[in-house]
């Protein structure tokens, strides 16, 4: 399966690319690279509104890895895609332990360089189900849960879009403030 394809390559990286105080970890997008995606873009446009976007390291939870945002200008970060939104459950697990596998190596090699985390992912996605179990009790972490829900000006039906709502996006604010 194509997640062996990236295997460890993204954690020598880290911790080079911790450069600010505050770690955002959000989920990846289908559009590559994740800072040109619709909801990476609204997600950083809130940021900017705050006076935080430079002051935040953005992070990708994806098959691939934890991907610092600047990353995402890289091959092969830039040009992969998963929509799993139709995959089995036997893949779904598969995925689930990779993420946690991935963010517990984060957890601890890199989450130390940081004051603050802030994870802000769709309720029920794999990445928070894997997020939750692997920063369980690290109190510097704030995990936003998003309840799914459509997305009236969407183009296409993400179901990660809710990340891009006015009432989750100011949640985000006043965590990230």
Same mark, same amino acid.
Not at 144 to 162: G, H, Q
């Given at each position: 399966?194509?997640? /062996?394809?990236?295997?460890?390559?993204?954690?020598?990286?880290?911790?080079?690319?911790?450069?600010?105080? $505050?770690? %955002? #970890?959000?989920? =990846?997008? !289908?559009?590559?690279?994740?800072?040109? &995606?619709?909801? !990476?873009? $609204?997600?950083?446009?809130?940021?900017? @509104?705050?006076?935080?976007?430079?002051?935040?390291?953005? =992070?990708?939870? &994806?098959?691939?890895?934890?991907?610092?945002?600047?990353? /995402?200008? *890289?091959?092969?970060?830039?040009?992969?895609?998963?929509?799993?939104?139709?995959?089995?459950? @036997? #893949?779904?697990? *598969? #995925? $689930?332990?990779?993420?946690?596998?991935?963010?517990?190596?984060?957890?601890?090699?890199?989450?130390?360089?940081?004051?603050?985390?802030?994870?802000?992912?769709?309720? /029920?996605?794999?990445s928070?189900?894997?997020?939750?179990?692997?920063? @369980?009790?690290?109190?510097?972490?704030?995990?936003?849960?998003?309840?799914? @829900?459509?997305?009236?000006?969407?183009?296409?039906?993400?179901?990660?879009?809710? %990340?891009?709502?006015?009432?989750?996006?100011?949640?985000l604010?006043?965590?990230?403030?």
């Amino acid at each position: 399966m194509f997640l /062996g394809m990236f295997k460890n390559d993204w954690k020598k990286y880290w911790p080079a690319d911790a450069n600010n105080d $505050t770690a %955002l #970890l959000t989920t =990846c997008s !289908h559009a590559k690279p994740y800072a040109k &995606s619709f909801i !990476h873009q $609204t997600i950083r446009k809130s940021l900017h @509104e705050i006076g935080k976007l430079d002051t935040v390291d953005i =992070c990708h939870i &994806s098959a691939a890895g934890t991907i610092v945002s600047k990353r /995402g200008f *890289e091959y092969p970060y830039n040009a992969y895609d998963g929509d799993y939104s139709n995959a089995s459950n @036997e #893949l779904r697990a *598969e #995925l $689930t332990a990779k993420i946690y596998y991935d963010l517990s190596w984060w957890r601890d090699n890199v989450s130390h360089l940081y004051t603050k985390i802030v994870v802000y992912l769709r309720e /029920g996605s794999s990445s928070i189900k894997a997020a939750t179990a692997a920063f @369980e009790g690290l109190k510097k972490v704030k995990i936003i849960p998003v309840t799914p @829900e459509t997305v009236p000006f969407a183009l296409e039906n993400d179901p990660d879009d809710c %990340l891009t709502l006015d009432k989750n996006l100011y949640r985000l604010q006043q965590l990230i403030k």
